[in-house]
């Protein structure tokens, strides 16, 4: 079983940047994908950005391509999200999940979300 535990949410102004950090323990996410996901309140979960366990594949949703960055640091099992000129649409609970499979499609293993606010 894997545990995972997002931080570094808030709330900030239109154009400020965060950074969000998922902590993993129990079994290791070293040969894992990871990849982040957002919620909007009344919205469906929809993809951010996902990253290979060698950390070189690398995809992001249209949405925020260029604006954030996910990188991974497999000795800490530690995976982030870097968000840069935030948007008011970028306003949801992001989560962090892992896929054992690596194949980008069964994201097996979810954190209990962090929430972003931006205003305008």
């Known amino acids: 079983q894997v545990q995972m535990v997002e931080s570094g949410g808030g709330l900030v102004q239109a154009g400020e940047s965060l950074r969000l950090s998922c902590e993993t323990s129990?079994?290791?996410?070293?040969?894992?994908?990871m990849g982040w996901f957002r919620q909007a309140p009344g919205k469906e979960r929809e993809f951010v950005a996902s990253i290979s366990w060698t950390g070189l594949s690398i995809a992001y949703a249209d949405s925020v391509k260029g604006r954030f960055a996910i990188s991974r640091d497999n000795a800490k099992n530690t995976v982030y999200l870097v968000m840069n000129k935030l948007k008011p649409e970028d306003t949801a609970t992001y989560y962090c999940?892992?896929?054992?499979?690596?194949?980008?499609?069964?994201?097996?293993?979810w954190g209990q979300g962090t929430q972003v606010s931006v205003s305008s």
């Open positions: 999940a892992a896929d054992p499979d690596s194949d980008y499609a069964g994201w097996e293993f």
């Open positions: 129990g079994r290791t996410v070293r040969t894992y994908a």
